[in-house]
């Protein structure tokens, strides 16, 4: 197994682990869970608004955010791990957290990119030339995109993206115990 196969599969798993150690790291306090909900509350609308467009395994998605970056799922992400970070307020946790998402998410990128090149080949490697990898572009650069040119319900629906929205109010909910307790 490599490192990306590795990463690929067993990240979730990695985040619950890392979830445990950040959360003991953590010292919020109602000022850092506000703002770390407002960044992370961009990182979810980013993420919402590619897994509206996103059709996993039946077309090369090259419309909506996807016309920008080529991973607009996984830059939400790394929006929504800022916002945690900041409501987390320790240096460790933001570390850490930044650590586990630069080294885990490159790999997968680079393993998923491996998987749609293999898929797509020319039209990938088109795609992938002309979009960037993890930074959006300010303007779209494919002009002969496949997939949706519109968001759909659906869709976001069908990616199960309503769990991401889930998993952080779950974690700002934990925060504020945790700020709850420490000040008792």
Known sequence: MTA??????????????????VLWLAE???RSILIGAAIGIVGLGIRAYAAGFLHK???LTMTGPYART??????GSSILTAGAAVAMNS???????????????SFVMRREE???RQQHGAAF???????????PQPASATSAATGSNRFSWQQFRKNHEHQATIGFLLLLALLTAIWRVRLH
């Open 57 to 59: 395994q039946e077309v």
């Open 114 to 116: 491996m998987e749609l």
């Open 28 to 30: 919020p306090t109602p």
């Open 91 to 105: 240096w460790w946790a933001a570390g850490l957290l930044l650590i586990y998402f630069a080294s885990v998410y």
């Open 4 to 21: 990306m196969d590795f990463f690929a599969r067993w990240r979730v798993r990695l985040g619950y682990v890392l979830a445990f150690l």
């Open 125 to 135: 490697d088109a795609y992938a030339e002309a979009v960037p990898l993890f930074f």
């Open 70 to 75: 080529r991973n607009p799922l996984y830059f």
